[in-house]
């Protein structure tokens, strides 16, 4: 897969595509639908499909505070994207510069000189250019006179419901890992780099491995059974505690994981860690004695947990 970083990245060869635009947080099975869509259109016309999408993603922007979790960092995104057949993604720096672009400025500059899109796929509701002022009849018409058709995306259901991020960050927030399961398509995973703590954990008993999540807000919080994945042939097992750690006054979300007979140097390592079941939500507690204690019962809840329902 190509990674397009920006306009001044483009080559000759990458004049000519079929094309779908938006963020794609997740990755879910209604997006892996439209990118399925794509890759047909692509094949009869003999073009690659691309994603156009943008980083940081527009309500990022626009209102940081506000913004929704994140389901997936970028480089997940990208990985899913690719995994799923995606040839080419045209990667655009959110910031004031394009912000501030004419919706039409938008479909002449990106779309009709630099991708020279051939095939659109948008939703009906879809908005873009300076103060959201384009639409699905504006591309549309310049489609028209452009030489390059535009469809509209159908809704993808679950449950007679449209899959989409809201609802996986939804399932997620309630702990309702089954269900974002279902809407993803696969287990929900952070992935990120082993770095250094406070060791804090060593001094209790239970070291952990701690994961930067690379995002504003967690989609997840609490304390969970996990399976990691990135340290072998097989998964290891473990506890995770996803939050800001209030016991020690911790501002940051962070994921720590205690593995399970595991005692091994892994800092810089990638790991991959599935949330598989939550144990509780994360709470403050009067002494580090008493959080010691929970961490001891967490751990056993979650190794009994995990060996009734992971094989």
């Not at 499909?49 to 979790?69: C, D, G, H, S």
């Amino acid at each position: 897969m190509r990674l397009i970083r920006g306009l001044h990245n483009l080559r000759p060869a990458d004049h000519g595509c079929v094309a779908t635009i938006g963020n794609f947080d997740g990755v879910h099975l209604g997006h892996r639908a439209v990118f399925k869509r794509l890759l047909a259109r692509g094949r009869d016309l003999g073009l690659p499909a691309t994603v156009i999408t943008f980083e940081p993603q527009p309500l990022e922007f626009f209102r940081p505070a506000a913004a929704p979790a994140r389901l997936t960092r970028l480089r997940e995104k990208l990985a899913a994207m690719r995994d799923n057949g995606i040839e080419r993604v045209m990667l655009l720096e959110f910031n004031p510069k394009l912000a501030a672009l004419a919706a039409e400025q938008f479909v002449q500059r990106l779309l009709i000189e630099g991708l020279g899109v051939r095939f659109l796929l948008v939703g009906d509701d879809f908005r873009f250019g300076h103060q959201r002022g384009g639409d699905y009849t504006l591309l549309q018409q310049m489609g028209a006179d452009a030489g390059f058709a535009v469809d509209n995306l159908h809704t993808i259901t679950h449950n007679n419901a449209r899959i989409s991020s809201t609802r996986v960050r939804a399932a997620l927030a309630l702990g309702d890992l089954a269900q974002a399961r279902h809407l993803l398509g696969r287990p929900y995973r952070f992935e990120g780099r082993v770095g250094y703590g406070e060791q804090r954990g060593q001094t209790l008993g239970f070291p952990t491995a701690n994961i930067n999540l690379h995002r504003q807000v967690s989609p997840l919080r609490g304390v969970y059974a996990v399976r990691v994945y990135g340290l072998g042939a097989m998964p290891q097992l473990g506890v995770a505690n996803i939050g800001t750690r209030p016991t020690v006054s911790g501002r940051d979300d962070r994921l720590e994981v205690h593995l399970f007979d595991f005692n091994a140097q892994i800092y810089g390592r990638h790991l991959a860690v599935e949330c598989c079941h939550k144990l509780r939500d994360e709470q403050r507690f009067d002494s580090l004695a008493a959080l010691q204690q929970q961490i001891q019962e967490d751990a056993a809840a979650a190794r009994e947990w995990l060996r009734q329902h992971v094989r």
